[in-house]
């Protein structure tokens, strides 16, 4: 008799960073920035402490690496809506500010994750650049879609607009059923509908 030997095989670097990453944000959903700890993390990861010093200088650098990938993420969702849209230039507008109402932004686990990077984002300065260059991505590719829309002064419309959108998405996680999502939407639209 034969036995048969399962052969090793050893997950990519990229591929162990993604899943110390998304454990990351688990726990950060999970138990929140107190209790977000290596241990919790690699156990949910499943991986030994050690492994994610290999790959990350610490909790603090893989924290700062979810805060990332998250807005990453988050910016490839806002992408695709506007690439899913009709080409007319308000629907365009439109889909990108509504897609925080719908899936997979909409996830309540990631309301815990934001939380925990915004809480940082008051006093870590490596959290600090990495809101400030999330958000001014995002209101960047805002103001292109209301420039478009032959809006006046894009730049504060964008700042406005950001801040209604995340007061709503914040509203809609902590409480789906204080207005719901197509109140929402119908809230932006008639927002746009004043100031476009």
């Not at 993604?18 to 993390?41: P, Q, S």
Request: net charge negative; proline share 3%.
């Amino acid at each position: 008799m034969t036995s048969v030997r399962q052969a090793f095989t050893r997950e990519s670097a990229d591929a162990r960073r993604a899943a110390l990453i998304e454990a990351t944000a688990a726990c950060l959903a999970e138990h929140g920035l107190a209790d977000t700890n290596v241990r919790a993390i690699c156990a949910k990861a499943g991986v030994s402490p050690g492994l994610l010093r290999h790959y990350f200088g610490g909790i603090d650098d893989l924290v700062a690496a979810t805060y990332e990938a998250t807005s990453d993420r988050m910016d490839a969702i806002f992408a695709a809506a506007v690439e899913g849209a009709s080409p007319e230039p308000r629907a365009r507008l439109l889909a990108y500010l509504t897609a925080s109402f719908r899936a997979p932004v909409t996830d309540p686990e990631l309301l815990g994750a934001w939380t925990a990077f915004w809480a940082l984002a008051r006093s870590d300065a490596r959290m600090i650049a990495i809101h400030a260059e999330s958000y001014a991505g995002y209101r960047e590719r805002l103001g292109e879609l209301l420039t478009a829309c032959g809006a006046a002064d894009a730049g504060r419309l964008a700042i406005m607009l950001t801040a209604m959108v995340d007061g709503l998405w914040l509203e809609l996680s902590l409480d789906a059923e204080s207005f719901g999502a197509e109140a929402a939407v119908e809230m932006v639209e008639r927002a746009v509908e004043a100031l476009v």
